[in-house]
């Protein structure tokens, strides 16, 4: 079936940092990718939808200077949290699509980022 | 913003019985898929019900869709620890998924 990873698993980082999280689909070529944000006990919001070799559809009241979306890659987007607080803290999870004609959006393991 | 309403909000039950969770969305849909997730975990898709369709089963999982309520049940049967997860119902309008709030299922031994 079809994998997507993440890395890092999880990440602590100072405040005012920047922290990249990868996401990569590892056996099929993605043509859309999506970023989750999970707060504890809570549900995911959708932050961006990524297409390979354009920029990102951000969500209202989502940053885009804050979340930086690179998907460079049919296989790889990249979300950079820039300047992080402790309010930036959470669960964040990509999902990719291989194409428009499925429905299907695989889900990687999630990031677990901690600003101290 | 979240278009998926989910109750109960947390279910609680005994190995062997069946669990019933319930989503409501607020407008037209393509389908609607139910995911698990275990805690700290990604998500697993479990099952994708077509906008045109009433009913699907996989396994013990039975979803039902009532697009003129807007409204979808996830019934597993015969639960077993294992199924003890959180469950989201997800809206799919053609590009991006919508998740409801969730149902927290624990399913005692």
């Known amino acids: 079936g079809a994998v997507v990873s993440q890395h890092p698993s999880w990440v602590i980082c100072k405040s005012g940092t920047s922290v990249k999280i990868e996401c990569r689909s590892l056996?099929?070529?993605?043509?859309?990718m999506f970023w989750y944000r999970q707060f504890p006990k809570q549900s995911l919001m959708l932050m961006a939808t990524s297409n390979e070799g354009s920029k990102a559809t951000y969500e209202q009241g989502v940053e885009k200077d804050k979340f930086l979306i690179n998907h460079a890659s049919l296989t790889l987007s990249t979300l950079t949290v820039t300047s992080a607080h402790p309010e930036d803290s959470s669960f964040y999870i990509c999902?990719?699509?291989?194409?428009?004609?499925?429905?299907?959006?695989?889900f990687g393991p999630g990031t677990r980022l901690t600003v101290t | 913003s979240q278009q998926g309403e989910e109750d109960p909000q947390a279910l609680s039950i005994q190995e062997g019985e069946n669990a019933t969770m319930n989503c409501s969305y607020k407008?037209?849909?393509?389908?609607l898929q139910w995911y698990r997730q275990n805690s700290g975990r990604g998500l697993v898709h479990l099952i994708l019900?077509?906008?045109?369709?009433r009913e699907k089963h996989s396994g013990r999982l039975r979803v039902t869709l009532d697009t003129s309520k807007k409204s979808s049940s996830l019934l597993i049967t015969a639960s077993r620890a294992a199924d003890t997860a959180s469950y989201f119902c997800?809206?799919?309008?053609?590009?991006?998924?919508?998740f409801g709030a969730g149902t927290i299922l624990r399913v005692k031994s």
């Open positions: 999902s990719a699509r291989e194409d428009l004609r499925t429905y299907e959006q695989y």
């Open positions: 056996d099929f070529q993605a043509t859309t």
């Open positions: 997800a809206t799919d309008k053609g590009n991006k998924l919508v």
């Open positions: 407008t037209s849909i393509n389908n």
């Open positions: 019900i077509r906008s045109n369709e």
